[in-house]
């Protein structure tokens, strides 16, 4: 299991990425482009990753298909902070992170361990990205431009361990 303090560490460079690709692109982007420009920055900064990794999905052992991750973040040992287990990242470009991007999150970290991937078995946590891409540009901003929770599965129990978001 990674340590708290090294994921947080991680979470909050991944973060501070996330917020450049935004500054640089703005708000009203699909998904997909800002994924590009978070995919850049992971290069630029020797991050290791893989982008729309397939993910299988299981019923009673059972594959129900593929589903993409968006990011994969393999064991890692960076400048900043250390990852001795994989994350995983779900990226999102809405107006705010939302119950169905947890859940989403959530049902990835509990198929995981059912694939035959001896990397994806153990990863027990997973990152939202929110991008706010439905601030009207002619108006003063309020909101957070990028949202970000890093959540941990411990058997069933989903919790949340860090966010920078505040109300």
């Known amino acids: 299991m990674n340590k708290t303090k090294e994921l947080i560490k991680c ?25 590009q420009g978070l ?18 999905i299981f019923y009673k052992k059972e594959s129900l298909g593929l589903f993409r991750l968006d990011f994969f973040i393999p064991s890692q040992k960076n400048k900043k902070w250390e990852l001795k287990h994989p994350v995983i990242i779900e990226t999102k470009a809405s107006a705010k992170l939302n119950v169905d991007a947890r859940l989403q ?49 411990k058997g069933r129990k989903f919790r949340l361990v860090h966010t920078n978001i505040t109300e």
């Not at 949202?147 to 599965?153: D, H, I, K, P, T």
């Open 105 to 153: 999150l959530k049902n990835y970290l509990i198929s995981l361990p059912r694939n035959s991937s001896e990397e994806l078995k153990h990863i027990k946590d997973g990152l939202l990205i929110n991008w706010n891409n439905r601030q009207d540009p002619l108006e003063s901003n309020n909101n957070q431009d990028v949202e970000a929770e890093l959540w941990s599965l």
């Open 11 to 35: 979470t909050n460079h991944i973060l501070a990425l996330a917020e450049e690709v935004y500054q640089e692109l703005g708000s009203g982007f699909k998904e997909d482009t800002l994924q």
């Open 39 to 56: 995919a850049i920055a992971f290069r630029q900064s020797n991050i290791k990753y893989l982008r729309e990794t397939h993910l299988e």
